[in-house]
């Protein structure tokens, strides 16, 4: 809701404070005494073009701030956006129009863009004119509007649809994989028949490759290794005389403790080279140079990094291509009758969602049949009683449904007997479509859209019954927890709101200015009283008036 207004240097309003309260408000005043300024600057904060041409005569930059009670819809938005706001905390925006051009926008003091303020004020305030084409004429939000109107709940067949595309796609992923592997089957066939017949292993060329090395080492050392072996061997080898030795001691060693000692000592000396004669022998072995075994390694070496070379890939993931591919290849076999389960889910999900979606598709239809009651009983009274509506429900092609049902929604209206139904901007004049969406909003009692609503002389070109009408049915919408702020020039609406907003121009000297006064219950009279009577306000016009008043 639309709480306060502060305007500085917009055209002819130098300075101007409003504050504004929920029910019907109502802004009269003479022609051209400025009411279309008021308009322009809230404009200007809901994100319009910054016209230059707003700036008043001898000012450096026109400004205006409103401010609003923050919906929730609006606060996520803002968040959306980086722009923090608290819970409960009042929503300003302030925007500035220099008169050399440029334009600055901040809510609540945090800069952001035109665009982002155009998104929030569509959420604030709608704004319903001569030249309206946003709100109730956007045949884009007519099938929310009615389903609000009707209760249709669309939250199953979201839910149903989402299920339905998700089984489409893995589907149509299922079958562009099978497609591709089909292509490519006689490749995969000979693939996997040559890697199981190789047989590469995990590990294989790291192991090969270090066994080579040993082997290619053992050639070069293998004189030396041999030599240092003969020194182990035989009875007169280093290794048996330390035995011999050690064997002829152990019967002395009692008689004296360094004999022991020295025993000891020998020992460990031929325990040590007892355990290098063992790793000698080992090494040996393992060193040991085997001509056709090197010439294998060599071979299964090549073999195996050419066939990685081949695959594009590292020797060491030889192993695991086999098996994807082998498993690509029974997938091609086992294929068919994968799609055939996943074309079966398919079909479940969306018979699922066509019985979801027919149902609220005749959910819609009889909430437009009442809908178009709804209204039809409302244009009479507005001095529509020509016109018809008919809220258009029709079933789309299935490549257009959507996650909100299978149905296309539009408002119609025909506004003379036997005139084909159209669209409502096509058809009704100025003055008959802020009425027709007077009907509109009266019928549909909307929940959620915005919290203001603003009517820009609802009542041109009618008075007397039909004035009243519209005034009576504007404070019907405004006590459905609305804010309503209607320009008009019709005494009968002026005296069914509920605060009164009296707009003048005065002059001094060369100087213009646009000034508002909020009336009281006298003010209200006599405003009341000028615009029965005109220039001359006579006792008559005040008593019809307090008349017209009484009957709020």
Not at 42 to 59: E, N, P, T
Not at 160 to 171: H, P, S, V
Not at 201 to 212: F, H, T, Y
Not at 336 to 349: C, M, Q, S, Y
Request: charged share 30%; proline share 2%.
């Amino acid at each position: 809701m639309l709480t306060g207004l502060s305007i500085r240097d917009v055209v002819l309003i130098e300075a101007l404070d409003l504050e504004f309260d929920a029910g019907l408000g109502v802004l009269t005043g003479e022609t051209g005494a400025g009411k279309s300024i008021l308009l322009d600057a809230l404009g200007l904060a809901l994100g319009a073009r910054a016209d230059s041409g707003l700036v008043r005569s001898g000012a450096e930059k026109a400004q205006v701030t409103a401010s609003f009670d923050a919906p929730a819809n609006v606060v996520a938005l803002l968040t959306e956006n980086d722009i923090s706001i608290e819970n409960g905390e009042a929503l300003m925006i302030r925007r500035s129009v220099r008169a050399d051009s440029g334009s600055k926008a901040f809510i609540n003091d945090q800069p952001c863009s035109a665009a982002l303020l155009r998104d929030v004020g569509l959420h604030l305030v709608e704004i319903h004119g001569q030249h309206d084409d946003r709100g109730l004429l956007n045949p884009r939000g007519h099938r929310a509007l009615l389903d609000a109107f009707g209760r249709c709940d669309t939250a199953s067949v979201s839910g149903l649809f989402a299920a339905w595309q998700d089984a489409k796609a893995k589907l149509e992923s299922a079958r562009e994989a099978l497609e591709n592997a089909a292509r490519d089957r006689e490749w995969l066939e000979h693939a996997v028949t040559e890697l199981r017949r190789f047989a590469p292993q995990e590990g294989e060329e790291e192991s090969l490759a270090g066994e080579r090395a040993d082997m290619q080492k053992g050639e070069r050392i293998a004189e030396d290794l041999r030599a240092v072996l003969e020194a182990f061997e035989g009875s007169e080898s280093g290794l048996a005389k330390l035995r011999s030795a050690a064997r002829k001691l152990d019967r002395v060693a009692t008689e004296h403790p360094l004999l022991a000692e020295a025993l000891t000592a020998l020992d460990r000396a031929v325990i040590e080279a007892s355990e290098a004669e063992d790793k000698l022998i080992a090494a040996t072995q393992a060193l040991s140079f085997d001509p056709e075994r090197l010439d294998a390694i060599e071979v299964r070496l090549f073999d195996l990094r050419g066939l990685a070379r081949k695959h594009n890939v590292r020797p060491e993931e030889l192993a695991q291509l086999t098996e994807e591919l082998a498993a690509k290849l029974d997938a091609i076999e086992a294929g068919g009758e994968g799609l055939a389960k996943l074309e079966a889910e398919v079909a479940r999900h969306g018979e699922a969602y066509r019985k979801a979606a027919s149902a609220l598709s005749a959910q819609r239809k009889e909430a437009a049949k009442r809908l178009d009651a709804a209204v039809a009983g409302e244009l009479a009274p507005l001095k529509l009683d020509a016109a018809k509506f008919q809220t258009a429900v029709e079933e789309l092609p299935e490549d257009r449904w959507t996650a909100t049902g299978m149905d296309r929604v539009e408002f119609l209206i025909s506004t003379n007997p036997g005139a084909p139904f159209a669209p409502l901007a096509k058809i009704a004049s100025g003055g008959e479509l802020s009425r027709f969406i007077l009907a509109l909003k009266v019928a549909l009692a909307e929940e959620g859209g915005a919290a203001t609503i603003i009517f820009d002389e609802i009542d041109r070109g009618v008075g007397g019954a039909v004035a009243s009408a519209i005034g009576e049915r504007l404070a019907r919408l405004a006590g459905a927890g609305k804010q309503l702020l209607a320009v008009t020039h019709s005494p009968q609406v002026a005296a069914k709101g509920q605060s009164h907003y009296f707009i003048a121009k005065s002059s001094e000297g060369t100087v213009t200015r646009t000034g508002v006064t909020r009336l009281d219950s006298d003010g209200r009279r006599q405003e009341i009283a000028r615009m029965l009577s005109g220039a001359e306000i006579t006792d008559e016009a005040r008593a019809q008036a307090a008349r017209l008043m009484e009957d709020v």
